[in-house]
């Protein structure tokens, strides 16, 4: 019978030890490089607002305001900064919330024909400001039950379709398509506008990453809207796909769990 080396056992205990100490630090340096990441990327989104309001502020202060014209015209644009800085915020907090996996999801029965109906009518100006035409495949659902977080769902569909006007051409389509499988209902969202380059596409979900940089920040885009939409649906045990093409438009596709048939 071979005796075991006590010194070799305990090189191996300590050898042991030490991994599983080093893979902790190493895990703790990375939350810590992503924390001053996510500070120093935050820190000046905000400033971006933050410096545009001042401005306008600042040169009413030095004279503009005795203009009426100009001192409603800066003082419009200083409400428009802020009301972005709030959006900001808002996302920030929801973004943060869902990354951290803080936030509850609470799952309900919920009709997704209604659902996408309600968010509809919630765009129709904004859809019309653009000619955007919207409409939901089949024509003929009325009910598609699924299991998900009504409130996190509407949020997804709400940036998604939002993206899809803001980021569409003018005068376009936005198609809301719905199949329905076994256990799953597939959800589509698309659109007939410039579409993203390919390279660019694995990086969309990223938070704070804008492909058309002055278009996103003109019509408002925080660049968190995808960030958001991406740990709603991990949450939900699923996860979003995009397909685009050059001028002929992006389609963004996920799932849910559709409602049992005894229920439905
Ligand atoms: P934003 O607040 O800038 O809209 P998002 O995270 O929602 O941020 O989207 C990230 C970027 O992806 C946008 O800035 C835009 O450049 C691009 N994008 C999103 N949806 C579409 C779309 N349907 N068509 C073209 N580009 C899109």
Same mark, same amino acid.
Do not use: C
């Given at each position: 019978?071979?005796?075991?080396?006590?010194?070799?056992?305990?090189?191996?205990?300590i050898?042991?030890y030490?991994?599983?100490k080093?893979?902790?630090?190493?895990?703790?340096?990375?939350m810590?490089?992503?924390?001053?990441?996510?500070?120093?990327?935050v820190?000046? &989104?905000?400033?971006?607002?933050?410096?545009?309001?001042?401005?306008? @502020?600042?040169?009413?202060?030095?004279?503009?305001?005795?203009? =009426?014209?100009?001192?409603?015209?800066?003082?419009?644009?200083?409400?428009?900064?802020l009301?972005g800085?709030?959006?900001?915020?808002?996302?920030? @907090?929801? !973004?943060t919330? @869902?990354?951290?996996?803080?936030l509850?999801?609470h799952?309900?029965?919920?009709?997704?024909?209604?659902?996408?109906?309600?968010?509809?009518e919630q765009?129709?100006?904004?859809?019309?400001?653009r000619?955007?035409?919207?409409?939901?495949? =089949?024509?003929? !659902?009325?009910?598609?039950?699924?299991l998900?977080?009504p409130?996190?769902?509407?949020?997804? !569909?709400?940036?998604?379709? &939002?993206?899809?006007?803001?980021?569409?051409k003018?005068?376009?389509?936005?198609?809301?398509?719905?199949?329905?499988?076994?256990?799953?209902?597939? @959800?589509?969202?698309?659109?007939?506008? =410039?579409?993203?380059p390919?390279?660019?596409?694995?990086r969309?979900?990223?938070?704070?990453?804008?492909?058309d940089?002055?278009?996103?920040r003109?019509?408002?885009?925080?660049?968190l809207?995808?960030?958001?939409v991406k740990?709603?649906?991990?949450?939900?045990?699923?996860?979003?796909?995009?397909?685009s093409?050059?001028?002929?438009g992006?389609r963004?596709t996920?799932?849910?769990?559709?409602? =049992?048939?005894?229920?439905?």
């Amino acid at each position: 019978i071979k005796s075991i080396n006590p010194l070799s056992k305990l090189n191996r205990e300590i050898y042991n030890y030490v991994s599983k100490k080093q893979e902790e630090i190493n895990e703790l340096k990375k939350m810590e490089t992503f924390r001053r990441e996510f500070l120093a990327d935050v820190s000046h &989104e905000l400033k971006t607002p933050i410096f545009a309001a001042q401005g306008f @502020v600042h040169t009413l202060m030095d004279g503009a305001i005795e203009d =009426p014209d100009v001192a409603q015209r800066f003082l419009k644009k200083a409400a428009k900064s802020l009301d972005g800085l709030d959006i900001l915020v808002r996302d920030l @907090v929801v !973004l943060t919330q @869902v990354e951290s996996g803080d936030l509850k999801m609470h799952l309900a029965l919920i009709n997704l024909i209604e659902i996408v109906n309600e968010i509809f009518e919630q765009l129709e100006t904004k859809a019309k400001k653009r000619g955007t035409k919207l409409s939901l495949k =089949p024509k003929s !659902l009325e009910k598609v039950l699924v299991l998900a977080d009504p409130q996190r769902i509407s949020q997804v !569909l709400i940036n998604l379709i &939002e993206n899809a006007i803001k980021y569409g051409k003018e005068n376009g389509k936005v198609q809301v398509a719905i199949t329905e499988e076994d256990k799953k209902v597939w @959800v589509s969202i698309e659109d007939d506008g =410039p579409g993203i380059p390919q390279d660019q596409l694995p990086r969309i979900f990223e938070r704070f990453y804008r492909v058309d940089k002055s278009r996103s920040r003109e019509t408002g885009g925080t660049g968190l809207g995808l960030a958001i939409v991406k740990h709603i649906l991990n949450a939900h045990d699923s996860s979003i796909s995009v397909s685009s093409k050059i001028d002929k438009g992006t389609r963004f596709t996920f799932h849910l769990a559709k409602a =049992p048939k005894e229920i439905a």
